[in-house]
C-alpha cells in the first residue's frame, strides 16, 4: 500500500517469529523501514486508515484503470484487478 502511493520502503524482520524463543521477542517483531524519514507522517495516516478501514457511509470510488464503480471496502477492483490509490482517501 505505501509502495502503490509512492512511499518507499523495507519490510524487515518478517520471518523472526520462527525464532521466538531462541532469541528475545521483543527482537522478533517485524519492523517497517522507509526509505526517506519525510514520509513518516503520510506513511502513518495510510497505515491507519487501512487499519480502521473506510467510516460508514463512505462513498464509492471509481477504478482509474478501467472506470468500474466500487464501494468504499473494497481496496482492488473487481473487474479488472488494478489497486485503489491509497491518496484516493
Known amino acids: 500500500m505505501l509502495e502503490t502511493a509512492g512511499i518507499a520502503c523495507e519490510l524487515h524482520n518478517r520471518y523472526l517469529n520462527g525464532a521466538l524463543g531462541d532469541i528475545p521477542a521483543d527482537q522478533c517483531a517485524p ?11 503520510m506513511a502513518r495516516r495510510l497505515i491507519d486508515a487501512a487499519a480502521h478501514g473506510p467510516a460508514p457511509g463512505s462513498p464509492s470510488w471509481q477504478c482509474h484503470q478501467c472506470g468500474e464503480t466500487l464501494e468504499a471496502q473494497f481496496t482492488v477492483c473487481w473487474q479488472c484487478g488494478t489497486a485503489r490509490d491509497p491518496l484516493d482517501g
Open 31 to 41: 519492523e517497517l523501514w522507509l526509505v526517506d524519514e519525510r514520509d513518516e507522517a
